[in-house]
């Protein structure tokens, strides 16, 4: 009887300190819509046949124009440039491409980067890693590089607000999950790093050295995130730097590769998470199995209800400040991590105990073996034009 008190003091102690956070959070959150003038070199890694017409316009919107923009694919995809060449002909500002070699001991990703990061000159003033899936607000490359062009920070990031639109029940139960990491005060605890919104300056990357630590890497942002942890550079996580990010039916398959780089290279977070999910599991149980002959049982219930619509009512007004309101589907759809509440801590701990660090591991068009954060080798490659 003791281990169940026990449990159910766990689960609510948690999730009220959760809600507190997200309330910090809340309270703390302030969009910076002026413009500041700078420099930003924009880095943007893709594979064929993906043309990302929807971010090209939002760069073009940008309050802080970017100086220009690096396109960094495969050497081979000569028709894949060509129609990058032709969806990019409009844009306010220039274009020019990275043309990476087929990656052997390292993801193409990195390769893609290591070629671009080649074409920075002395005149940029930051540079800025970018994914193809975002959609930048206007205000967000000002936001993110000010800091870089204030010369108070080394490196800024934003984090991914993810959009679950069509993706079913799994794609809003992982949409629920990203969104509370999103709604954390301060995410630099975590030594966790995104690389679709990222900043440096130019001392910063070249402290990293990034083409030799990227040359072995298969993540390039936790990879980043180590190297800046030891080099003790001074990083910037911005709370409303938040970019709307589509999730759609393959929630699942992204989240276990996320979770299987977060044991790759921080396994002892990995372990935590791990402990952490059980024991707000067994609360869960615990409660539930105090229902019975307990009227504390059934308060402690109510309050952890409350507190999950808290949360969800908090991820609605930040989704309206960021300028991203849910769909009415959404807002319905967010509902369903509330209501299976107790089911949720079993269903993070599937998928953390079924995310392989090492061994196969198929990302786009090429299958990796990986032995270790610095141990990938190439073991087959499909065509990316699909």
């Given at each position: 009887?003791?281990?169940?008190?026990?449990?159910?003091?766990?689960?609510?102690?948690?999730?009220?300190?959760?809600?507190?956070?997200?309330?910090?959070?809340?309270?703390?959150?302030?969009?910076?819509?002026?413009?500041?003038?700078?420099?930003?070199?924009?880095?943007?890694?893709?594979?064929?046949?993906?043309?990302?017409?929807?971010?090209?316009?939002?760069?073009?919107?940008?309050?802080?124009?970017?100086?220009?923009?690096?396109?960094?694919?495969?050497?081979?995809?000569?028709?894949?440039?060509?129609?990058?060449?032709?969806?990019?002909?409009?844009?306010?500002?220039?274009?020019?491409?990275?043309?990476?070699?087929?990656?052997?001991?390292?993801?193409?990703?990195?390769?893609?980067?290591?070629?671009?990061?080649?074409?920075?000159?002395?005149?940029?003033?930051?540079?800025?890693?970018?994914?193809?899936?975002?959609?930048?607000?206007?205000?967000?490359?000002?936001?993110?590089?000010?800091?870089?062009?204030?010369?108070?920070?080394?490196?800024?990031?934003?984090?991914?607000?993810?959009?679950?639109?069509?993706?079913?029940?799994?794609?809003?139960?992982?949409?629920?999950?990203?969104?509370?990491?999103?709604?954390?005060?301060?995410?630099?605890?975590?030594?966790?790093?995104?690389?679709?919104?990222?900043?440096?300056?130019?001392?910063?990357?070249?402290?990293?050295?990034?083409?030799?630590?990227?040359?072995?890497?298969?993540?390039?942002?936790?990879?980043?995130?180590?190297?800046?942890?030891?080099?003790?550079?001074?990083?910037?996580?911005?709370?409303?730097?938040?970019?709307?990010?589509?999730?759609?039916?393959?929630?699942?398959?992204?989240?276990?590769?996320?979770?299987?780089?977060?044991?790759?290279?921080?396994?002892?977070?990995?372990?935590?998470?791990?402990?952490?999910?059980?024991?707000?599991?067994?609360?869960?149980?615990?409660?539930?199995?105090?229902?019975?002959?307990?009227?504390?049982?059934?308060?402690?219930?109510?309050?952890?209800?409350?507190?999950?619509?808290?949360?969800?009512?908090?991820?609605?007004?930040?989704?309206?400040?960021?300028?991203?309101?849910?769909?009415?589907?959404?807002?319905?759809?967010?509902?369903?991590?509330?209501?299976?509440?107790?089911?949720?801590?079993?269903?993070?701990?599937?998928?953390?105990?079924?995310?392989?660090?090492r061994g196969l591991m198929r990302w786009r068009h090429i299958t990796y073996e990986i032995a270790g954060p610095a141990e990938v080798t190439v073991i087959?490659?499909?065509?990316?034009?699909?």
């Amino acid at each position: 009887m003791i281990l169940l008190w026990l449990g159910l003091a766990f689960t609510l102690l948690t999730a009220g300190g959760a809600v507190a956070l997200m309330v910090w959070h809340a309270m703390a959150v302030r969009v910076a819509h002026k413009a500041v003038p700078g420099r930003a070199c924009l880095i943007l890694p893709l594979a064929a046949p993906e043309i990302p017409t929807a971010l090209f316009e939002a760069l073009a919107r940008q309050s802080l124009r970017p100086a220009r923009l690096i396109l960094a694919i495969e050497a081979e995809e000569t028709a894949f440039a060509e129609a990058l060449r032709l969806a990019t002909a409009d844009l306010p500002f220039p274009v020019s491409f990275a043309l990476a070699p087929p990656a052997q001991r390292c993801s193409q990703k990195c390769a893609n980067l290591i070629a671009a990061f080649a074409l920075v000159t002395p005149e940029d003033e930051a540079i800025v890693m970018i994914d193809g899936d975002i959609l930048p607000q206007p205000w967000w490359l000002s936001s993110l590089a000010s800091p870089i062009f204030a010369g108070s920070h080394d490196m800024v990031n934003g984090y991914r607000w993810q959009e679950p639109e069509g993706g079913g029940a799994m794609a809003q139960a992982v949409a629920w999950l990203e969104r509370s990491f999103a709604q954390l005060p301060n995410r630099q605890w975590a030594g966790v790093l995104w690389g679709g919104s990222l900043a440096f300056s130019p001392e910063a990357l070249r402290r990293l050295d990034l083409p030799t630590r990227l040359a072995t890497a298969f993540s390039d942002d936790l990879t980043i995130a180590d190297a800046a942890r030891a080099l003790r550079l001074k990083l910037l996580c911005r709370r409303a730097l938040l970019l709307p990010t589509r999730l759609g039916e393959g929630a699942w398959r992204f989240m276990r590769r996320q979770m299987a780089i977060l044991r790759l290279h921080q396994p002892g977070h990995y372990r935590l998470a791990v402990a952490w999910l059980l024991a707000d599991g067994l609360g869960w149980l615990a409660i539930l199995a105090l229902l019975s002959h307990s009227t504390i049982a059934w308060v402690a219930l109510g309050l952890l209800y409350a507190g999950r619509l808290l949360r969800w009512a908090l991820a609605q007004r930040l989704a309206r400040i960021i300028g991203v309101p849910d769909t009415a589907s959404n807002r319905l759809g967010q509902l369903l991590p509330v209501l299976a509440a107790p089911l949720m801590p079993w269903l993070w701990l599937a998928l953390l105990l079924s995310a392989r660090a090492r061994g196969l591991m198929r990302w786009r068009h090429i299958t990796y073996e990986i032995a270790g954060p610095a141990e990938v080798t190439v073991i087959e490659r499909s065509s990316s034009r699909g």
